[in-house]
């Protein structure tokens, strides 16, 4: 019998919580997050919101929840973990929704603590606003928090698909940091990159084209997409 939906996300949460890879993600995000805040804020100039000045640091925070993704699904399959895995749950598409769900989770938790960091360094060191309003700081917070959950989904289906640490490591991030700039520096079309639409979230007139709403919709394609191959890579595999 398969065990109960609640228990398979609570099995892969306490999982995520026993990697120290993890909890160091987690624990450090906030400190790195401050730490550029506070650099921004000291390069600002005058009337800088400190909303705004935690917002620069996303691009930043992005490796954070793509660590969380790529460490769920990587250090499973680096070893022999993942056939105890689905000894124990055999329905391969429940495992990989748990831990998913895991790593929305985690993923948040992290974006959050790190968007508090940066938002209070921000605060205490910029020369503008130090505590944002609903139009200048809270609703692009709330939209970049949802933005790093959903690259954090990203770089935990292309893990899975790939069943590399090292390679969805490298992939995600050189798509995200290298493949995405360059190709914005030379074509309008790189808004329908999953970070660059995602940006719309939290940067809402950065693109002519797309809008929040827009934005969102491409990224969540993009998980879409990612998470259905890699469901459909891991049915067919005997382990």
Known sequence: MSAPPARVVTAELVKLRGLPAVVGVVLGTPVVAATLAAAHAAAAAAGASAGGLALATVPYLQVATVLVGVLAAGTEHAGRQIATTLTVTPARWRHLAAQSLAVAATSALTACAGLAAALTAAAAWGPGDGVPGARSGVRPLLGALVAL???GLLAHA?????????????????LLLVVSPLVAAVTEHARWLPDRAGSLLYLPGRDPVLGPVGGGLVLVAWVAAAVLAAGCASARRDV
């Open 149 to 151: 959950v959903l690259v």
């Open 158 to 174: 292309v893990t899975v698909l790939t069943r590399s640490l090292v390679g969805a490591l490298v992939a995600t991030l050189t």
